[in-house]
């Protein structure tokens, strides 16, 4: 199966893709994430990524494109994915189209009001980027990652002034996707509010009701 997730920043893409791969055994592709690395190993791409990142606005099409079409090349994404983070605006969406199929685009749809206290709380892991939130879903051990021990820290992209811009580049060049993919037939609207479990479950139905699950 591949699956395109989408919605605002905070909708809780990254969970509910991370849950989705480990269930259907899909490799999970997240563009931030993979940004993330290549500013911590300060490589050519990590170096012309960061200014963007750090202002909240979106990497140049070019470079997103060219290292989407390399990773969707790689033999573990050839029969299915979970793409989180890209397509990001219609020129992204356009240059997929001629990359790959797809069998349905999730959107996970959250009110914004909603994601501002979601934001506020959200941490991550520093080392393997897991998504933590004091409330919601605090680590076990105070300020180190569950799975790996990392430190947990707010990203720097998660500061209340890059969330702003980051919402605002998401309803200018992000949103128009909803209605690109309404009229491909490929948009499955789920309710994005919720405990995890229950968006979970949302997901999951509206899958199965379009015969994909
Ligand atoms: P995310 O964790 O998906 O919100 O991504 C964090 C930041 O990485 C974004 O604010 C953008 O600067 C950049 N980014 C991630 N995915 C893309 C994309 N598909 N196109 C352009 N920039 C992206």
Do not use: W
Not at 30 to 59: I, P, Q, S
Not at 174 to 201: C, D, F, K, M, W
């Amino acid at each position: 199966m591949k699956l395109v997730i989408l919605g605002p920043p905070g909708a809780g893409k990254g969970t509910q893709a991370a849950k989705l791969s480990e269930e259907l055994s899909l490799p999970r592709i997240v563009t931030g994430d993979m940004l993330r690395l290549e500013v911590a190993g300060a490589t050519a791409l990590g170096k012309r990524a960061e200014e963007y990142m750090g202002k909240g606005l979106l990497v140049p099409d070019q470079l997103i494109v060219e290292m989407i079409r390399k990773r969707l090349s790689q033999e573990d994404a050839r029969d299915g994915f979970i793409l989180d983070g890209f397509p990001r605006n219609v020129e992204q969406a356009d240059a997929f189209e001629g990359m790959s199929d797809v069998d349905a685009v999730v959107y996970l749809n959250v009110s914004e009001e909603e994601v501002v206290e979601r934001f506020s709380g959200r941490r991550a892991c520093s080392q393997c980027q897991a998504i933590y939130h004091v409330r919601a879903r605090p680590p076990q051990v105070g300020g180190r990652c569950d799975r790996c021990g990392g430190e947990i820290r707010q990203r720097v992209d998660d500061r209340e002034d890059v969330v702003r811009q980051r919402f605002q580049t998401y309803r200018q060049k992000t949103e128009p996707l909803v209605e690109y993919y309404q009229r491909r037939s490929l948009l499955v609207e789920v309710n994005g509010s919720g405990t995890i479990a229950e968006v979970h479950g949302n997901i999951k139905a509206a899958l199965a009701s379009r015969g994909l699950l």
